[in-house]
């Protein structure tokens, strides 16, 4: 037999084992002794097959590492046809995570048992395909047109139970699995149990018709907006239950392979990729022994602590907020209570949980309970000064091995860590907003961080469910600082010509959750003017940030004082053209001599793409960012970026970085090269057709 399947028997059971770590994907080993292992049954006198997986999982999926390859025979789909062809009965086992691939192995079983803390998924839209060994076909079969339709377009897995009240498993145990599966294959050869082709189920279409799949596409394109993937599993589920099977999988098939060249998918794959190569810890780090963590503060409970509070209570940490006074302590706490309250109104969270959260959540004024924690994130006001205060103070108050995280965006870490008489336990952990929903965590290590406390911290990002990346000490470390360039060609253009409304709608058009101005004025404008005021390094240029700074200086800090780059009703987020703010742009620009002409789209979104890209090769250069799919992750995770893009390093690359290098050259030429030099590594890689690293 293979070396990934194995082929055992059981009495008048045939075990059939796969065994291919980490996560016993469909690699083509496997499809391979999982056909000899059919063959074999079909041929000996077994009375019926066990299929179960060794480690940690059932099969969590095809082996996502080949799509981009020629393909390799056998096909997945045709084993789980062989397989669901066996005349005698086939039992599945199944444990850990069966996804995809794996649950679609599943479902061309007859009969399915599964661990009681299983979980069950088809998540293949996550990477921007649809299920395709069959999943389109089996499951409305088994559960139904709708709900299969919710597990591929959300792709989010379910338990066992859910499973089984579905229709997707026929039992769950508690029990240990393989005995649990060999003895409910005796069961149903006791009672005469015959093989049970999902193929052979007539699907139920009460009231599901072709109008009905066109209903879901358009809601999809609205939810989905600009997702391929989605449509497609909805065309794939109408043939699946509406041609005959043969013909329903190659056509499905096809679609399969054109999802997988897509653009689409290969960016999702590739942040698929990314976010476990950015949990990958440098090599003085890997082996050290990580420091406990279970007490945590937080000093400061505004809107990023409170978030921040939110995050670790919500993963099951005790965590005490310390504000400065009676007042902003309450505030704190109801921040925290009304957040939690408005998920449990729209039904997302029970009381018993609500309950719990809020017993782990403690809201002080005594910063000397700073003294018996772990970790202490200081989430408060931006400014070097204040924080060196703080941080002197914790120096003085926390316990031998405690970690001293700040959560600043722009500020020196390194200057922060060096009021204290430690600097090797302190570390950035800069969230984004709001801290309790965001994925993403910069985890910034200093000069002198201490290798142990980096990896503490990026432990316990992944333990309180977010997306870590590792990267260095500049200003706005590697989102904060690509976005600098991105904004101050943003406002160039307006000066230009271009109105905000049409810088946005180019972005938004490209894929952007929201144009630059746009976020401005949603983060408040004055929260940019104040960081750029305090910068001692500001060019000396009155054209840079102009706009931004003018709007902040009239108090039109954007939606918060319902005026900005645009007009908002009170307390509204749609925003309006404000032909006064074109005017004041217009006007701004004669007074600096900057002429005004037509600006297309294209060019908005090369100048804004092509600054932020030439900006993260030179925190790629300077070893600030570790790789380029580190600063993917960090753009699709915490800015907005489209992730069918796959990030602005991955989007450049998609675009050829000798085309990219080229236009930054002409912008050069046109610009003048105060900001448009190339980075030395754009051009090494453009001129070697190296990736970027
Ligand atoms: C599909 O099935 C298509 C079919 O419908 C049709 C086919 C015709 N392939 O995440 P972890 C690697 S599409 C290859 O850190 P965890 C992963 O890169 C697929 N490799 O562990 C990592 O490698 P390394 C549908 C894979 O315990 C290592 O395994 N399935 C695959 O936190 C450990 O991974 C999915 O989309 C794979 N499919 O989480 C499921 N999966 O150590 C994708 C993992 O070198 N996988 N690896 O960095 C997952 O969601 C999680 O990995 C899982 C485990 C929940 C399973």
Redesign the pocket.
């Known amino acids: 037999m293979s070396q990934t399947v194995s082929y055992t028997r059981d009495g008048e059971l045939a075990v059939v084992t796969i065994d291919n770590p ?2 016993n ?3 083509q080993a496997v499809r391979a002794g999982l056909l000899e292992a059919i063959n074999r049954a079909v041929a000996d006198d077994s009375r019926a097959l066990v299929l179960c997986c060794a480690g ?2 059932f099969i ?8 981009g390859k020629p393909p390799l025979a056998p ?3 045709d084993v789980l046809d062989a397989l669901e062809a066996l005349p005698k009965p086939v039992i599945v086992a199944i444990h ?2 069966a ?4 649950l ?1 192995a599943a479902m061309a079983g007859h009969y399915r048992i599964a661990d009681s803390r299983a ?1 069950l998924g ?3 839209v ?2 921007g ?5 069959g ?1 389109t076909r089996r499951a409305p079969r088994l559960m139904g047109v709708k709900p299969s339709l919710e597990l591929m377009t959300g792709g989010a897995p379910i338990s066992a139970e859910a499973a089984r009240a579905s229709g997707l498993v026929d039992r769950v145990t508690q029990d240990a699995l393989l005995p649990a599966a060999l003895a409910y294959a005796r069961e149903l050869l006791a009672a005469g149990a015959t093989p049970r082709p999902t193929a052979a189920i007539v699907p139920v279409l009460d009231g599901i018709d072709t109008a009905w799949f066109a209903a879901e596409k358009t809601a999809l394109r609205k939810s989905a907006r600009g997702r391929t993937a989605p449509q497609r599993i909805v065309d794939a589920l109408e043939l699946g239950v509406t041609l005959p099977p043969a013909e329903a999988a190659l056509r499905t098939r096809e679609m ?1 392979l054109e999802l997988v060249s897509s653009t689409e998918s290969k960016a999702l794959r590739h942040l ?2 990314a ?3 950015a ?2 810890l440098p090599a003085d780090c890997r082996d050290a022994t990580r420091r406990t963590v279970e007490r945590i503060g937080v000093l400061g409970g505004g809107t990023m602590g409170a978030g921040i509070a939110m995050n670790f209570a919500e993963s099951g940490l005790h965590v005490t907020v310390i504000e400065t006074d009676d007042a902003a302590a309450a505030r704190a706490l109801e921040r925290i209570r009304s957040t939690w309250q408005a998920a449990r109104a729209k039904g997302r969270l029970d009381d018993a949980t609500l309950a719990k959260r809020l017993e782990r959540v403690r809201v002080s004024t005594e910063f000397s309970l700073m003294a018996d924690m772990d970790l202490v994130v200081e989430a408060i006001f931006e400014n070097l000064q204040v924080k060196q205060e703080v941080f002197g103070r914790l120096d003085a108050v926390c316990r031998p091995g405690a970690i001293l995280a700040s959560n600043t965006s722009y500020q020196d870490l390194d200057a922060i860590a060096a009021a204290t008489s430690r600097p090797a336990d302190v570390i950035g952990m800069h969230y984004f907003s709001p801290a309790n929903i965001m994925k993403l965590l910069e985890v910034v290590r200093g000069a002198k961080t201490a290798p142990d406390v980096v990896a503490t911290v990026m432990d316990l990002a992944r333990r309180v469910g977010k997306i870590p990346a590792l990267v260095g000490v500049c200003y706005g470390f590697v989102g904060n600082r690509m976005l600098i360039p991105y904004g101050r060609e943003a406002q160039m253009l307006l000066l230009e010509g271009a109105t905000p409304s049409q810088v946005d709608g180019a972005m938004e058009e490209f894929g952007m959750a929201m144009g630059p101005c746009a976020v401005g004025d949603l983060a408040g404008l004055d929260v940019g003017f104040r960081a750029r005021s305090s910068r001692s390094d500001r060019p000396d240029d009155p054209r840079w940030f102009r706009v931004g700074d003018m709007l902040a200086e009239q108090g039109r800090f954007g939606q918060k004082t319902g005026a900005g780059f645009y007009l908002y009703e009170a307390g509204g987020r749609e925003r309006r053209p404000d032909p006064a703010v074109e005017q004041m742009i217009r006007d701004e620009a004669a007074r600096l001599g900057v002429a005004q002409r037509a600006i297309s789209a294209t060019e908005i979104v090369e100048r804004l793409m092509y600054a932020m890209v030439n900006e993260g090769c030179r925190a790629l250069e300077e070893g600030i960012a570790q790789r380029a799919s580190d600063i993917d992750l960090i753009y699709a995770n915490g800015y907005g970026f489209p992730a069918v893009r796959g990030g602005p390093m991955m989007y450049a690359q998609t675009v050829g970085l000798g085309d990219v290098l080229a236009r930054i050259r002409a912008f050069r030429e046109q610009l003048g090269p105060r900001y448009w030099e190339p980075s030395a590594l754009l051009v090494r890689c453009a001129a070697s057709g190296e990736s970027l690293p």
Do not use: Y
């Open positions: 980490p996560v994907a469909t690699s940690r999982t969590a999926g095809a082996d996502i590492t080949e799509f096909a997945l789909p850990g995570t996804l995809g691939g794996g679609e979980k088809l998540p293949e996550k990477l395909l649809l299920p395709g060994a999943g399969f698929f990729f976010e476990r190569e949990a990958k």
